[in-house]
């Protein structure tokens, strides 16, 4: 009995030691985290480069990891973090590639943010930071769209029309010049005029901004609380006209508000779809090439 | 001695939670394939930090007050009838807090005439087990801060 308990014991250290010895490699464990990466599972992602950088700090993947976090936050959505991330790296390490890609991305980060003059000037800064690198020409086009998505179309197209002819970006980047000149011309509604309209004759300026399922609505309601005041007072129901009177001042002022409210939302619907349009047209993103580095890339559709 | 134990564990409890919102503490996902407690969607509909939203001035209390009567009287007896995300209810407790019970009330009449063709544009999002047509405040009172 008691040699059978040695022997155990025996086995089981043994055991656990075979276990203990196995060690995961820098390499592996990135290339678990960049394949959680691709799948979109950016919050797993994170834990996995973060157990790089916990296990091997001084390795050179770990600034590798250190990026790829910020980058999973970007693409993850969390952008207020991945701004914190790209910015420490940058500063932290300008000099070197992965931090003149931080900063990079850290234009990217606020653009995506919408704070677009802020986004503008990282990328100007990065220009004159970095006159020689392969991504200025991705910078100007990013300071480009950041002045059209401001409706700056003249500065845009400015920008646009900066990059040299020898550039791989040049073919879009000559497009979106194109394109910024047709800002002017996208359709807008003015909300003063429809609002003015409603103001007249209640769900004449929804009419006018192209919603007449609001202009019946608007028109009925409205039409039914005045006749039923006039009604009230006509037959010296005072309170209850007062009351009807409150209701409709309710009812007509948001039925202006609603008009320009309208007006103002089909002119951001609009320009937003002539700038989607614009983008998915010209397409320039930022992507992984599939062995550790990253890449400008444009589309072009015809 | 049972009052201090309430309030030691009354701060043990509401300590946390200060520290914590939705916006900023995981789990998290935007894909669907990799789904985890946090989706993006949800996040749009999680509830806001209390301490984030506007303070109601005294002359909006009143219409609170009879908005919260609608929520917890009326409300359960004639709710799911909205298809919009927050609710015509919860809307007008919002922009009323937010600008007032003037501007609230009149963007409340603009809520519920705006409905039908809204349905054509807001996007659908899941909010608990159905989907609604997603119309927050901010989708309203956009054009106050961008001219």
């Known amino acids: 009995m008691r040699n059978r308990f040695v022997l155990l014991l025996f086995l089981m250290l043994f055991c656990g030691r075979a276990v203990v010895a196995e060690e995961i490699p820098a390499q592996k464990m990135i290339s678990f985290a960049d394949s959680l990466f691709e799948k979109g599972d950016y919050y ?63 234009g990217e980060a606020y653009y995506q943010k919408r704070e677009y003059s802020r986004a503008a000037d990282i990328f100007e800064t990065y220009i004159e930071t970095y006159p020689g690198d392969e991504r200025i020409d991705a910078a100007r086009i990013k300071i480009g769209w950041s002045h059209l998505r401001q409706g700056q179309w003249r500065q845009a197209a400015e920008e646009f029309q900066k990059l040299p002819p020898d550039s791989p970006l040049h073919a879009p980047a000559e497009g979106l010049a194109e394109g910024s000149e047709k800002y002017p011309g996208i359709p807008t509604k003015s909300p003063a005029l429809a609002g003015g309209l409603s103001a007249v004759l209640p769900g004449a300026g929804q009419l006018y901004i192209n919603r007449p399922g609001d202009a ?87 | 001695m049972p009052i201090m134990f309430f309030l030691l564990v009354f701060l043990f409890l509401t300590a946390p939670a200060k520290a914590v919102s939705a916006e900023t503490w995981g789990p998290w996902s935007v894909s669907d394939n990799a789904p985890v407690l946090m989706m993006k969607a949800d996040r749009r509909t999680a509830p806001t930090d209390p301490a984030s939203r506007p303070v109601p001035s005294v002359a909006a209390t009143p219409f609170l007050w009879l908005l919260s009567f609608y929520q917890h009287v009326v409300g359960p007896v004639v709710s799911g009838r909205c298809n919009m995300h927050p609710t015509c209810s919860r809307y007008s407790v919002e922009s009323i807090r937010k600008h007032g019970p003037v501007i609230g009330i009149v963007m409340t009449a603009d809520r519920m005439m705006h409905e039908l063709d809204e349905q054509d544009l807001a996007p659908l999002i899941k909010v608990g087990n159905r989907y609604r047509y997603s119309d927050p405040v901010e989708n309203n009172d956009f054009w106050w801060y961008s001219q």
């Open chain 1, 216 to 302: 019946v609505v608007s028109f009925l309601l409205n039409g039914a609380f005045i006749w039923a005041t006039v009604e009230a007072f006509h037959h010296d129901n005072n309170v209850t006209g007062g009351i009807l009177l409150f209701f409709e001042s309710g009812w007509y002022l948001g039925n202006i508000y609603n008009a320009v409210n309208g007006a103002n939302k089909y002119n951001r619907r609009t320009e937003q779809q002539f700038l989607d349009g614009l983008q998915d047209k010209y397409r320039v993103s930022y992507l992984y090439d599939g062995h550790g580095g990253s890449m400008v890339a444009f589309t072009m559709r015809f």
């Open chain 1, 44 to 106: 797993r992602a994170i834990t996995e480069y973060e157990r790089v950088i916990f296990f091997y700090p001084d390795h050179p993947l770990a600034l590798t990891a250190r990026f790829r976090i910020a980058h999973c936050y970007l693409k993850g959505d969390r952008l207020d973090q991945a701004i914190d991330r790209f910015r420490a790296l940058s500063m932290e390490l300008p000099q070197e590639e992965v931090g003149r890609r931080a900063y990079f991305m850290l």
